[in-house]
């Protein structure tokens, strides 16, 4: 029960595993309180994301109920159940408040007395908790007192995820249609509720994936030029005006340079107070070393291949099925003009691995170096020219040169094309 004089409004929490009734409560210049009433039945399962589901995008919240959990944290005579470990670890990890009575709260006549019915607080704490019997039942009521001033728990940084579909089913479903409008306060109210309805669907349908390291703050000021950018993207869209495309332009440079000198910034001061006289230096140079690069995956007729041994296999099988093709070109009306792109040798093909940061194997190289010299030997008489890519830019303009001589000098056809044309 809540008075009426004190503004408030429910809120809807979805979770399969609780049942919840909430109450968010409006204070004036100051950030609402979410009052969470929760029953966790027992064959429920509980998982820490259930607990993040309710505390999540709230800044005062109190959760107060039977969530039958057991630990001996808090009923030191109990025999600790798996919902207890996780609220438990839930709360350290947090570093929200939990409560409860130091009197049982559920009594049992075949088993012992427990305390399954707490409080667990963010952005406040709870000064005294009180289990009262004055029920005929095997639960007590519990009397919880809050203050809001003695304590404010650490932000819990999340990434956020909208399923779209589900916003909108949400919010069609909650959102008053039409609200009757006579005077300011209703039109005040009625903006309070479209914000809360708006921010209730968008929590509902999100999922949220809990971050533990802290993130990399972006600097105001970036954020704002990044803020107006998006503006600036919109009203080019919509109006197609010139000046918009030249401002979008102009700002997304900015943006770039802001960022890779906030990043500069960043690394230097690691750099600068990264000591060998403690950890730091070690973690830095660890940090860089670890790092393995990402190699592009080739598709192949078993799916994809990662390795470099794979990647030759596959790369040697396609060679010589195209060479069995050649052999039928060649017996056909069409004339190809072959070219074939050999290897170097083994110290320039480490060498241009190198440059491309391609950690290759020696073995690796020379496989490939060997099927080289096999295609070589056995469809070498169906080249028209070898190329050595010693250099890749080299051997790219000379095959580019190559191409613009075949199609400016004359070439030997088969004389049956000659006869075909004079009959």
């Given amino acids: 029960m809540i008075k009426r004089s004190i503004p408030h409004h429910q809120i809807i929490i979805h979770d399969n595993n609780f049942e919840t009734t909430a109450i968010k409560i409006v204070r004036q210049n100051d950030q609402p309180i979410t009052i969470v009433s929760a029953y966790r039945p027992p064959r429920k399962p509980i998982t820490a994301l259930d607990l993040h589901n309710i505390f999540r995008n709230q800044g005062y919240v109190l959760v107060a109920g039977d969530l039958n959990a057991k630990h001996r944290s808090w009923s030191p005579q109990t025999q600790q159940n798996r919902a207890g470990t996780i609220v438990r670890n839930f709360c350290d990890s947090t570093g929200y408040s939990l409560n409860a009575p130091a009197e049982p709260t559920y009594f049992h006549g075949s088993t012992r007395n427990t305390t399954i019915d707490l409080a667990i607080c963010k952005g ?3 000064i005294d908790s009180t289990s009262i019997p004055e029920l005929s039942s095997d639960h007590n009521p519990v009397l919880f007192e809050v203050s809001l001033d003695n304590y404010t728990s650490p932000a819990l940084s999340t990434f956020s995820f909208p399923n779209w579909t589900k916003f909108q089913e949400i919010l069609s479903n909650t959102l008053p249609r039409n609200p009757k409008i006579s005077n300011s306060n209703d039109i005040e109210n009625a903006i309070k509720n479209f914000n809360s309805t708006f921010h209730n669907a968008l929590s509902n349908s999100s999922t949220f994936k809990v971050i533990n390291k802290p993130l990399n703050a972006i600097p105001s000021f970036i954020r704002d030029k990044n803020f107006l950018k998006k503006r600036l993207r919109k009203e080019w869209q919509d109006s197609k005006y010139p000046p918009f495309k030249t401002q979008l332009n102009k700002l997304q440079k900015e943006i770039k340079r802001d960022l890779n000198n906030f990043k500069n910034n960043k690394w230097n001061k690691i750099l600068t107070e990264a000591s060998p006289d403690d950890d730091s230096l070690y973690k830095v140079v660890k940090s860089i070393t670890n790092r393995k690069p990402f190699h592009i995956p080739l598709v192949g007729p078993m799916g994809l291949h990662y390795s470099t041994e794979d990647k030759v296999n596959l790369f040697a099988d396609s060679l010589e099925s195209s060479f069995q093709s050649l052999k039928i070109l060649k017996k056909s009306d069409l004339m190809p003009y072959v070219v074939f792109i050999a290897p170097p040798s083994l110290e320039k093909l480490r060498l241009n691995c190198l440059k491309l940061d391609m950690p290759v194997k020696d073995d690796e190289l020379k496989d490939i170096i060997e099927k080289a010299r096999e295609m070589e030997e056995f469809y070498g008489h169906y080249f028209d020219l070898v ?22 000098e004359p070439q030997w056809v088969p004389a049956t094309w000659i006869k075909d044309d004079a009959t």
């Fill in 387 to 408: 190329l050595i890519n010693v250099d890749l830019e080299k051997t790219f303009s000379e095959l580019l040169h190559e191409i613009s001589v075949i199609e400016r």
């Fill in 124 to 126: 406040m704490t709870v």
